[in-house]
């Protein structure tokens, strides 16, 4: 009997133990949201992390296994990782059978140099901008990025505590600059213990970015609300479920008002 390759057993394990937490969810957010369509292509964003890494290779089980006909681009940014982080999501990738094109772009130098204080936030949209021109310059339609269920909960909450609106998280956007070109998180409903699990089972390395605001364990507010919502977890069955689920049953009968991209308009107005 053949013995089989380290990505063929990542596979198998998807298909049987993995199946129902991570594989299972992967297609019903791809089917209830509508993320994919015969004859999309689609650059898959690989920051490095066990979550853009477990993405990348449920995009390409599905494409193997699945029920829709589309391409795949894998494409990983070089941000100024130091030699031993680079070698360890190069070895990472190796272990999951990917095998992305590595963009060389000096994001930590000049987010640092930009804003020393905050220099997160432009990392990210300066990241995102190179990710959206590298789409559109391979032919990609579709532009898939590694968020998760957590990471739509954490948002939730953190626009109701600091930005003082009800803001989620979306499973698809249109891009705003780029003609013809949807951001799609295709892991919205798959649990991070569920991922975390999944690189133990495989002794994938889990690593942070390894800028130096991280290396610099600047505290933030994203990793406040992980640790409000494990608190709650331990005293309430479904909160997360239920915090997820209030951005899909908002009554505008029992708010005050919204707005859009045009306006706000208030419900008193209506009295």
């Not at 995009?59 to 193997?64: L, S």
């Not at 990025?145 to 990471?151: E, I, P, Q, R, V």
């Not at 133990?200 to 990793?223: L, Q």
Request: proline share 3%; aromatic share 10%; charged share 30%.
């Amino acid at each position: 009997m053949r013995q089989l390759s380290r990505d063929e057993l990542v596979e198998r394990s998807l298909m049987k133990t993995f199946k129902g937490p991570l594989y299972g969810k992967f297609i019903k957010a791809v089917d209830d949201y509508r993320l994919l369509s015969d004859g999309d292509s689609v650059c898959v964003a690989i920051s490095g992390g066990k979550d853009s890494l477990l993405m990348a290779k449920l995009f390409q089980v599905f494409q193997k296994y699945g029920h829709l006909q589309f391409e795949l681009k894998f494409v990983m940014i070089d941000p100024g990782y130091t030699e031993q982080t680079l070698s360890i999501q190069k070895e990472n990738n190796a272990k999951l059978g990917i095998t992305p094109e590595v963009i060389q772009a000096k994001l930590f130098a000049t987010a640092s140099s930009m804003a020393p204080d905050a220099p997160c936030f432009l990392c990210a949209r300066m990241r995102r901008g190179v990710l959206y021109s590298k789409a559109k310059e391979l032919g990609c339609n579709k532009l898939a990025l590694g968020h998760h269920f957590d990471d739509v909960i954490e948002t939730t909450l953190l626009n109701i505590f600091y930005a003082g609106c009800f803001k989620t998280m979306l499973p698809k956007a249109k891009a705003e600059n780029f003609d013809n070109m949807e951001l799609i998180r295709p892991m919205y409903l798959i649990k991070e213990k569920d991922v975390i699990r999944f690189a133990r089972y495989h002794k994938i390395d889990i690593v942070g970015c390894g800028c130096p605001a991280e290396t610099a364990n600047v505290e933030s507010k994203r990793e406040e609300m992980k640790r409000l919502i494990e608190s709650l977890r331990s005293k309430y069955k479904n909160i997360d479920i239920n915090i997820f689920r209030a951005a899909e049953n908002v009554n505008i009968n029992g708010i005050l008002g919204y707005y859009d991209d045009e306006e706000t308009h208030s419900f008193l107005d209506k009295n």
